[in-house]
Nanobody, 122 residues
Framework: QVQLVESGGGLVQAGGSLRLSCAAS????????MGWFRQAPGKEREFVAA????????YYADSVKGRFTISRDNAKNTVFLQMNSLKPEDTAVYYC???????????????WGQGTQVTVSS
């Protein structure tokens, strides 16, 4: 079990950058795969990025490859999402999540944060 709290969202112009953080509490943070998902109004929750136990393995949705970077600092129990070259299509509530294995499916992640709003203006 882990508890997750996201922060760092906000309003940014297209082409700008934001860095999201997810602070975790609980045991064995380093044993979890960590993921970022997002959900826009009227749309399904979609996969953004995931990172393995040690941080050496990463996976990205095609829509964010080359623009977003996921990282983790197990010593600080924190996962990050650096978002560059933001587009209006990136506007959504962003959630961090923890799960046992690498996956793009929300159902495979058992612990979720409350979400943080990211709004990208044209």
């Amino acid at each position: 079990q882990v508890q997750l709290v996201e922060s760092g969202g906000g309003l940014v112009q297209a082409g700008g950058s934001l860095r999201l953080s997810c602070a975790a509490s609980g045991r064995t943070f380093s044993s979890y795969v960590m993921g970022w998902f997002r959900q826009a109004p009227g749309k399904e929750r979609e996969f953004v990025a995931a990172i393995g136990w040690r941080g050496s393995t990463t996976y990205y949705a095609d829509s964010v490859k080359g623009r977003f970077t996921i990282s983790r600092d197990n010593a600080k129990n924190t996962v990050f999402l650096q978002m560059n070259s933001l587009k209006p299509e990136d506007t959504a509530v962003y959630y961090c999540a923890a799960g046992p294995t690498m996956s793009t499916m929300p159902s495979r992640f058992g612990s979720w944060g409350q979400g943080t709003q990211v709004t990208v203006s044209s």
